[in-house]
């Protein structure tokens, strides 16, 4: 899975880390000083983890809980990711890492008590707080290797105010399905209808599987949430939404579905131009994107209020509740 | 035309054979042939900087570098003797460089380090091979000077042995004429994969009935490759349509018809955004009685009007006012947002 794996000197021995190494089988890491003296140091090929995809290990330094940025989540509550890994095996065309870091090697960060410390520092300024993961990786795709979640279960079990969000694209949800479904922590799924997520999801689990993901987890009773995000427009977009819609709540409870979160596709000028280079001959490319008003590429606004409208417009046809769908970061 | 470089003339000797070289410049060591150009840069990262960034601003019509060399290997298990395509440069030098280079071989899978100088402490191969397998001493160079020149590069690298033989230069350059024909071999059998791909002919550009600026162009080549990404044969289609073949055999002039052409091309590439144009046009159109000339260029995206006016007395000032406050903004919108 990794060619190399590399963990910091100062937590070889924490048990998170010895939990993965077992895991992965490797008795004899290469041992590093400090992750930041590695990772990304040198600029790699994102596409680099196609074939030779380095795994590190370490912990996380400096803020470990940071503000979401305006227009994230539901409105009302104060919203804060939290930092437990950085990149992604899975190889969506259009994600931001391949612009935002300059490798795309792993880290998986293992000091969770000193992120959870930090997590209950911020809950006593804001009591309601939402906390994300997944903001720079997939919450749950490697969760059978580092199977932290438990730790963090147990902290929003004592605090039933504050929500945890995970958010995947992943169906690795066998340690999940083995903890108690609480109504503070939301599993979310990104999906898309099944064609465009076979041609810009790479290496992701397929929509039908990922709905039956999420039927499990809806029979144990465990909230949940939805991504429609990235939106991607193609000429059977609507047909393509209705189907994707009615499948899912043919089989999932619409009750513990949270929130729908719809967001169209969207990329800063960097993470742009490495998707073209990357894809020169994705259909991504199809159809026109501007500069729009906070600088990012997108579709142009009317073409975005469409998009958004007629999913929505779909959504409410199937009787989701309104105020469950919220757009992000528009 | 195609650049071959090498570090040292024995690794090239077959391609002075087959080629038919003859000496362009004795100081750059630059060689040509009918269809190649051959560059001895000498060893190192800054040989190879200078004389390839010489080449490069005096030969134009080369469109592409291809660098065939010897490596060392910093892990075991690379096999031995085997050519491999370079996907990625890095350069060390007491430390690592944060630039990096990615040839254009998207089949390629394997990284190399070049240094500044030869590499012999455990320690030092412990740290390189966190980055790479291969280690060298020119292939950053190229690559960073390919880009400079925006051409496009390969480099192509043997294993002669580990590490620890790599030390072992005679050894190495004894056996360099023998690596110079596997190298002749293998460019011979990746030739072909290398030449140019033809242009995309343009069909619509070339037809003599339009004229095209550069700036439209260059909207036509845009509008173009999506619309042939989205559906394959687009053009083709496109061009034997009655909407183009209206438009082509209007009796008017070469700049208008290219105009509307553009137009059309637009309505497809981006349908409801080209409605809304339209529709935005029409509804400030309307407002022309009021004398303010109107830019709405900004209106879709950021719901912003631009206007200029001009007054020289309280009168005047008052007729701006009056003209401004019966402008309904707000059904403005409604109207052209009305899907």
């Known amino acids: 899975m990794f060619e190399k794996i590399l963990v910091e000197k100062e937590i070889l021995h924490n048990q998170y880390t010895q939990h993965i190494l077992n895991k992965l089988n490797t008795s004899a890491p290469i041992i590093i000083d400090k992750l930041d003296n590695h990772w990304g140091k040198v600029k790699k090929p994102y596409l680099q983890k196609r074939t030779n995809l380095n795994l590190f290990i370490g912990k996380k330094r400096g803020t470990l809980v940071k503000e979401a940025p305006d227009a994230y989540g539901l409105d009302g509550a104060p919203h804060f990711y939290f930092i437990h890994s950085y990149n992604c095996i899975y190889e969506c065309q259009y994600c931001f890492l391949q612009g935002y870091f300059n490798t795309p090697d792993l880290v998986l960060y293992v000091n969770h008590d000193e992120i959870i410390n930090e997590i209950s520092k911020t809950l006593q300024k804001h009591p309601n707080a939402w906390f994300h993961a997944g903001e720079f990786s997939d919450s749950l ?40 479904p609480l109504k503070n922590v939301l599993l979310t799924f990104s999906l898309s209808p099944q064609d465009p997520s076979k041609e810009f999801d790479l290496k992701t689990p397929s929509t039908k599987v990922k709905i039956k993901a999420m039927r499990k987890l809806s029979d144990s009773n465990f909230q949940l949430g939805v991504h429609f995000d990235p939106i991607i427009y193609s000429d059977d977009i609507e047909k393509n939404y209705n189907t994707l819609i009615t499948e899912l709540l043919d089989n999932v409870n619409l009750e513990l579905i949270n929130y729908f979160s719809l967001g169209v596709v969207r990329y800063t000028k960097d993470v742009y131009r490495q998707v073209k280079i990357n894809y020169p001959t994705s259909k991504l490319h199809s159809h026109p994107y501007i500069k729009s008003f906070d600088n990012k590429i997108r579709y142009s606004k009317p073409m975005r209020n469409w998009l958004l409208s007629s999913v929505k417009e779909i959504l409410l046809s199937k009787g989701v509740p309104e105020s469950k769908i919220y757009l992000c970061m528009e | 035309m195609k650049l071959l470089c090498f570090a040292h003339r024995n690794e090239a000797k077959t391609f002075f054979e087959r080629l038919k070289l003859s000496p362009l410049d004795a100081s750059l060591k630059l060689f040509k042939s009918d269809n190649a150009f051959v560059l001895i840069t000498g060893e190192g990262i800054q040989n190879t900087t200078e004389s390839l960034s010489i080449t490069l601003s005096r030969f134009n019509q080369i469109n592409e570098i291809l660098n065939y060399g010897v490596s060392a290997s910093l892990n075991d298990t690379v096999q031995k003797n085997i050519i491999f395509s370079i996907r990625c440069a890095y350069q060390y030098f007491d430390d690592f460089s944060f630039k990096s280079f990615t040839s254009n071989d998207q089949q390629a899978t394997t990284d190399l380090v070049s240094v500044h100088k030869r590499i012999y402490s455990p320690e030092d191969k412990m740290n390189l091979s966190i980055y790479a397998n291969l280690l060298d001493m020119e292939a950053w160079a190229i690559g960073s000077v390919a880009k400079r020149f925006k051409k496009p590069w390969y ?41 140019e791909s033809l242009e995309v002919t343009n069909l619509i550009s070339r037809d003599p009935d339009f004229h095209f600026t550069f700036s439209q162009l260059h909207l036509l080549d845009k509008y173009l490759q999506a619309l042939n990404n989205r559906q394959a044969g687009f053009t083709q289609e496109f061009m034997s349509s009655k909407h183009f073949l209206a438009i082509k055999n209007q009796e008017i002039i070469k700049k208008e018809k290219t105009k509307k052409l553009l137009d059309l091309l637009y309505e497809k590439y981006d349908p409801i955004t080209s409605r809304e144009i339209s529709r935005t046009k029409n509804a400030f159109n309307s407002l022309k009685a009021l004398n303010l000339n109107f830019d709405h260029s900004e209106f879709i995206e950021k719901d912003l009007v631009k206007f200029k006016g001009q007054f020289q007395n309280n009168g005047e000032i008052q007729a701006i006012i009056n003209s401004l406050s019966a402008i309904d903004l707000e059904s403005i919108k409604d109207k052209i947002r009305d899907v």
Do not use: M
Not at chain 1, 141 to 156: K, P, V
Not at chain 2, 161 to 189: A, M, P, V
């Open chain 1, 141 to 180: 795709a490697l969760n059978h290797i580092t199977n932290e979640w438990s730790e963090y279960w147990q902290f929003f079990k004592l605090n039933p105010k504050a929500k945890l969000e995970l958010r995947t694209k992943s169906v690795n949800i066998k340690n999940i399905l083995t903890l108690e």
């Open chain 2, 155 to 195: 480099c192509y690298k043997l294993i002669s042995d580990s590490l620890h033989e790599y030390t072992q230069c005679e050894k190495i350059k004894g056996e360099s004429e023998s690596y110079s024909q596997r190298f002749w071999n293998h460019f011979e059998n990746i030739v072909g994969h290398h030449e």
